[in-house]
């Protein structure tokens, strides 16, 4: 597609259970980045990916959080354990390369309710 | 601590007219300025990206401005639509290379009305 894709659109769980969320990115874009929003609020980094490799996870908030980009396109973040305080909004970007000069395309990212 | 700080929070206009948004930060390194546009339930959209150099830079009826002295922009939207209500994110990246990072402001919350 000619945008980054993410699915689903929404996701409602309960605390307790394991979530994934997918993302898309534009294709031959390098550099994928997943942020957390929370309500009112910017996003607030969580991870980023330079083709497979995962450059920076500093802003995954606990270990229950992971993600992965194993063939260097589509990527997956995985929530273990879900609790209420990971209700958000999950966008992912990407870009051709780095974070330098290059604008980040977003997708319209992953609404998540844990109930 | 590196904060990116815009106001107002939120600002209602009437259609045609204009007005400006502002963002103050204190990220440093600085590295670029950007300027994003939210509509509700959408990911944001890049409008403007501005360097060090650059003091000045127009998106259509949206111009940016950029004092990189005193940390501060401003986002000018001209003769507004209502398609212009949406939140507006300034982001600051901080750092080059791999080490850079985005940092966003919470944006704000323009609705423009007939």
């Known amino acids: 597609g000619a945008g980054v894709s993410q699915s689903p659109r929404y996701k409602v769980a309960k605390r307790g259970q394991d979530v994934a969320l997918r993302c898309d990115p534009i294709s031959g874009h390098v550099s994928l980045f997943w942020y957390q929003q929370a309500l009112g609020q910017g996003p607030e980094f969580l991870t980023y990916?330079?083709?497979?490799?995962?450059?920076?996870k500093s802003g995954l908030p606990s270990d229950r959080f992971f993600a992965e980009r194993p063939e260097g396109s589509v990527s997956t973040l995985k929530i273990q354990r879900t609790q209420q305080e990971d209700s958000a909004v999950y966008l992912c970007?990407?870009?051709?390369?780095?974070?330098?000069?290059?604008?980040?395309?977003f997708g319209d990212g992953t609404r998540l309710s844990i109930l | 601590k590196n904060q990116v700080e815009q106001s107002p929070q939120s600002l209602i206009i009437l259609e045609g007219k204009n007005c400006t948004l502002q963002?103050?930060?204190?990220?440093?390194?600085?590295?670029?300025l950007r300027w994003y546009k939210q509509d509700t339930g959408r990911g944001p959209v890049s409008l403007t990206i501005m360097t060090f150099s650059e003091n000045t830079k127009s998106n259509g009826r949206y111009t940016a401005t950029l004092d990189a002295d005193t940390k501060q922009s401003s986002l000018h939207i001209t003769a507004s639509q209502l398609s212009d209500s949406a939140s507006y994110i300034c982001v600051v990246l901080r750092g080059t290379g791999t080490a850079s990072k985005l940092t966003f402001g919470t944006g704000t919350r323009l609705q423009v009305t007939l």
């Open positions: 963002c103050n930060y204190t990220v440093s390194p600085f590295s670029n």
């Open positions: 970007a990407s870009s051709l390369v780095g974070q330098g000069s290059q604008p980040q395309h």
């Open positions: 990916f330079q083709n497979e490799a995962q450059l920076d």
